[in-house]
């Protein structure tokens, strides 16, 4: 899961929601990647955060991140990244 820390709308921020994740026997196991512009990598990781990625960033920095655990968990799969999303953050 992608998580950004600053939420607009509803009652829940990224904290809440990464708290509520990794306090449940059901979903603790789903690995959480926080994308935010808040500067608090060491919050984020003592929460439970897989990684913590600080806008702005390369978009190849996401997927590194989610292909590194996946294949450190003996898993295979494929990132795919939509095309306006590509044009919207070229470098």
């Known amino acids: 899961m992608v998580l950004d820390i600053l939420l607009e709308e509803g009652e829940m921020d990224g904290w809440a929601i990464l708290r509520e994740l990794k306090g449940s026997a059901d979903l603790n196991e789903i690995p959480v990647f926080v994308s935010t512009a808040l500067d608090e990598r060491e919050k984020g990781i003592s929460l439970g955060a897989k990684d913590y990625l600080v806008k702005p960033y390369?978009?190849?920095?996401?997927?590194?991140?989610?292909?590194?655990?996946?294949?450190?968990?003996?898993?295979?799969?494929?990132?795919?990244?939509?095309?306006?999303?590509?044009?919207?953050?070229?470098?």
Do not use: R
């Open 58 to 91: 390369k978009p190849s920095q996401l997927s590194k991140v989610i292909m590194h655990t996946l294949l450190s968990n003996g898993k295979q799969g494929h990132i795919l990244v939509p095309q306006a999303f590509h044009e919207e953050n070229k470098d």
